[in-house]
């Protein structure tokens, strides 16, 4: 395989070391080799006093990482017994922890399209920046999954319910929303990422980042926290969709819409992981509780069901099992939650090790 046929690109230039995520054709979706090869990466990197930050981007011109590699976790799912996905998460779960405790600063430049895993190898890190192309997203419950890579924990902390609404309808937000939500820290214009990426390799990562970054662009969340926080805030999905069309804005009644469209599975246990994150102490315990509704998620039908629709066949008709809400009951959304003995991810473990 040549040079640039990796899937990760690693180089260092002068005090920075890169991590170029590069299958442009795929939106650098990530796979389990790109995952080994990042951590890899990161240990030495960690114990070589000539790298003083990590950064990651991504090849091409459409974004950072549209997500983990859905179609490999799909197939895996359908024709197996999901035992390579369960591998695949419980290592990437591992590096999103690793990322968040990492002692290095840890730079990610999240520009263009940063969804699911892509979000799970950038908001995490030290130094997060966003560009006027960012758009972020945590869209699993249009596939028939539920927000992992640490997503849960990022959005249960956002302020009030924007988390709430970003899980359960898997919308998409620009730089100021991210930076509103805390998934980013600081607003970098999209010509300037390559001189800002250059000046790491000579400048202290402060001093690279006072001189690039901008004052962030509007919120347009911020101008719906009223609705938000006050559907959201329901104890259902139910009544948050009752809620949500009872309120009279026509983005609230928009929103109702766009949850009709997903899974009624994914919603209720969406919402279940986002209000048990908040009573969670630490990332790794949040990552813990992922990993069971995750692989959870992999005997169920709807993951397999949504991906096809939405990825493989694109006919954007997806067959929900159950199909509404109503017969989604609370036995079900509990079965996702329940713990798997020795196959437990062990992350919130003391000394806990792969």
Sequence with gaps: MSG??????????????????????????????????????????EHDPAVHAVVITGAGERGLCAGGDIRAVH?????????????????????????ARYPKPYVAVMDGIVMGGGVGVSAHGSVR????????????????????????????RAPGELGTHLALTGTHIGAGDALLCGLADHFLPSDAVDAFVTDLGDLPVEEAVERHTRPAPGAELAEHREWIDSCYSADTVEEIRRRLLAHGDPAAKEAAETLHAKSPTSLKVTLAALRRARRLDSLESVLD??????????????????????IIDKDRNPRWTPASLADVTDDDVERFFEPLGERELGLSKPNSTR
């Design 129 to 156: 920046l966003v560009t006027e192309r960012s758009r972020v997203a945590m869209p699993e419950t249009g596939i028939g999954f539920v927000p992992d890579i640490g997503g849960t924990y990022l959005l249960a």
């Design 4 to 45: 640039t046929e990796e899937p990760v690109l690693l180089d260092t230039r002068g005090r920075a070391a890169h991590l170029t995520l590069n299958r442009p054709r795929a939106l650098n979706a990530l796979n389990h080799t790109m995952v080994r090869r990042i951590d890899e990466a990161l240990t030495a990197w």
């Design 75 to 99: 197939d895996d799912a359908r024709d197996s017994d999901g035992a390579e996905s369960a591998l695949f998460w419980r290592d990437e779960y591992h590096l999103n922890a690793r990322i």
């Design 289 to 310: 509780q992922e990993y069971r509704v995750s692989c959870a998620a992999l005997t169920r039908p709807d993951l397999v069901e949504g991906v096809r629709a939405q």
